[in-house]
């Protein structure tokens, strides 16, 4: 009886082991981690509680947040997450610019475009209306009506699916398009339920707004890749399995919502477990040779296929270095000046690499940091919320300052990130016209004199997204740096506004930020008739701790590129010595048609 008991507790340590084996990352998938740095998600700004940024602190969380960040640590890679309206960030990903979407409905037609993981969250679909409304109570009372709607969203599709035609009123989120309904703009909304009854109770329009009858659909909310990249999509899926198996996404479930989670994918109960483990071992033990001569194949394929991919991209470097050499010997008059180039380039690609790594690096610290202060106050407040009735009054009250404390520390993490280019943009419509003429009261409170400013508005609204009290910051450091640079009051400062179409020409004058594409863009310019700036100085600027002046201000201008290159912006700089300087911000103009 005991050899018996001892065989099947081994017998279930091997299914164990061999479970666990599963959600290890192939040799493929792990060399393709280690050559990515990071991986880029693009989310949702706000579909609470699965991904918002969070109202009180700023940071980008929520349930499938909670789910990424996990996944990226039980498998070592640098997550960024960037928040943005939910069809910018299927956009993104299509365009590239992201590698992966945080979560979105699975569609025959989302398939064209995106290869899914299987679900993550199921997620109900309801109609809302006001609740005096009787005459919408069903999918065709919907026909010809105003229907408020989030750009992007499912719900689009399902109802042409159905043949129902509809006057759609699109919105930036669900938030927007609550608003409508209440307002009585739109007839009704075609929404997510947890994240319209969230809106719901937070704006108390529980009683302005219901629900009718049953969820039009359930949807499939998966984790998502652009057609194609069947690596990533491997190593989220595995993540997914093994999250499921070890009851970590059952944990972020009652996290934010208090109720077990339950799926056809959850783990089988334990009395059937044994009896599919024995079964499982079974097979395995069958097949393993079987097994391990198609794995053995695979190797040889992989292997084989790698060596011909390295002879291939040798020939064509050979071409290359053949071609090259050619044109040297034709072009030996032009040698110093290549040359010469040549250095001033690779001074400027060191010095971006160098300003890189320390921004990747202080916004990594800063970014595990605050995850490390996460789990703390996680914890703590898990002590304070428990109810221990035998916990001292005073432990209580030095535990809720050691809460707070770590907070404060939070938000020293932030500004890091912030430093970095990595924090998290609340991004709103901002219209900079009438942006700007709040600048001179701030400019006054933070020079303690008045200076004149030239102000430049155009005839037609300038409008971006982004956070407006950075916005608003950066333009008044560099008004403080222009009227410190002019040295005399009556020479002006101006600030213009406009809208310009950027040639490569200009966009040759970037100093800081992301390197962009000639094109329409929001401009903000700071013109002083100051002493200019050194040449040999001009490349330093945007170093941290770097100045000219014998008090300096910290991170300063470096501080200042951070913010723009979170806005997905650069900063042009024009300067000749004695004449003056001209900063210009550039930022994406906001996409017609958004709310």
């Known amino acids: 009886m005991m050899r018996r008991l001892v065989l099947f507790m081994l017998l279930l340590a091997l299914a164990g082991s061999t479970a666990m084996a599963q959600y290890s990352l192939s040799e493929t998938e792990k060399r393709w981690l280690a050559e990515k ?3 880029i998600f693009a989310g949702q700004i706000s579909y609470p509680p699965f991904e918002f940024i969070h109202p009180r602190y700023g940071d980008y969380t929520g349930m499938a947040i909670d789910l990424i960040r996990w996944i990226a640590t039980e498998y070592g890679f640098t997550v960024v997450f960037r928040p943005m309206p939910f069809a910018a960030a299927q956009q993104a990903v299509t365009t590239g610019t992201a590698d992966a979407l945080t979560g979105i409905f699975e569609s025959d037609e989302r398939k064209k475009r995106f290869d899914f993981t299987d679900q993550v969250f199921a997620v109900p679909a309801s109609i809302f209306v006001r609740s005096e409304r009787t005459d919408i109570l069903e999918i065709g009372d919907l026909a010809g009506r105003k229907i408020a709607v989030q750009r992007g969203d499912y719900a689009i ?14 919105t930036s989120d669900f938030s927007a398009a609550l608003n409508l309904v209440a307002n009585g703009e739109a007839d009704a909304l075609i929404g ?21 009858a049953e969820p039009l659909y359930t949807g499939k909310d998966c984790m998502a890749v652009a057609k194609g990249n069947s690596i990533l999509l491997s190593i989220l899926q595995k993540g997914l399995h093994k999250a499921q198996q070890t009851g970590v996404l059952d944990t972020i479930y009652r996290k934010w919502l208090g109720v077990a989670y339950s799926s056809q994918n959850m783990t089988m109960d334990r009395w059937r477990l044994p009896i599919l483990t024995a ?65 001033r380039l690779e001074g400027r690609m060191i010095k971006a690499q160098n300003n890189e790594s320390l921004a990747l690096m202080a916004g990594n610290i800063a970014h595990e940091f605050n995850n490390m202060l996460m789990g703390m106050i996680g914890s703590m407040e898990k002590v304070l919320s428990g109810g221990m009735t035998t916990m001292a009054e005073d432990d209580r009250t030095a ?14 993490a932030r500004r890091m990130m912030e430093f970095a280019g990595q924090s998290a943009v609340n991004r709103v419509m901002i219209q900079l016209d009438r942006l700007m003429p709040e600048i001179e009261p701030l400019l006054l409170a933070a020079s303690g004199t008045e200076h004149p400013i030239q102000l430049q508005l155009p005839a037609v609204p300038v409008a971006i997204r982004g956070d407006e009290q950075q916005i608003r910051q950066v333009i008044l450091n560099l008004l403080l740096n222009a009227i410190e640079a002019t040295g005399s009051a009556d020479l002006p400062v101006k600030l213009s506004v406009r809208a310009r179409d950027l040639t ?30 050194e040449p040999e100085l001009l490349e330093r600027i945007f170093d941290p701790y770097y100045t000219t ?25 024009d300067s000749q010595k004695g004449k003056g300087s001209c900063f210009t911000i550039v930022l994406p103009l906001a996409t017609p048609g958004e709310g």
């Open 37 to 39: 740095t990071e991986i």
């Open 157 to 170: 599709e399902f109802l042409d699916n159905k043949n129902i035609a509809v006057e759609w009123i699109y």
């Open 192 to 212: 997510d339920e947890q994240i319209v009854l969230h809106y719901m109770y937070n704006a108390k329009l529980q009683d302005r707004i219901k629900k009718t």
């Open 279 to 343: 079964l499982i071992i079974m097979v395995l033990l069958s097949m393993l040779i079987l097994v391990w001569t198609m794995q053995l194949r695979r190797l040889v394929k992989a292997r084989t296929s790698e060596l011909q991919t390295l002879n291939s991209n040798l020939q064509r470097s050979n071409e290359s270095l053949s071609y090259a050499n050619s044109q040297l010997m034709k072009d030996m008059e032009e040698r110093a000046r290549m040359a010469e180039e040549s250095r």
């Open 399 to 412: 535990l809720q300052a050691a809460v707070s404390q770590a907070k404060k520390a939070g938000e020293l």
């Open 504 to 533: 490569l020409a200009d966009l040759d004058h970037t100093h800081a930020g992301h390197t962009l594409l000639p094109g329409m863009y929001a401009t903000i310019s700071v013109e002083d008739q100051g002493h200019g700036i």
């Open 549 to 573: 002046k014998r008090s300096g201000r910290g991170l300063g201008l470096a501080a200042t590129a951070g913010i723009i290159k979170a806005h997905s912006g650069a900063i042009l700089v």
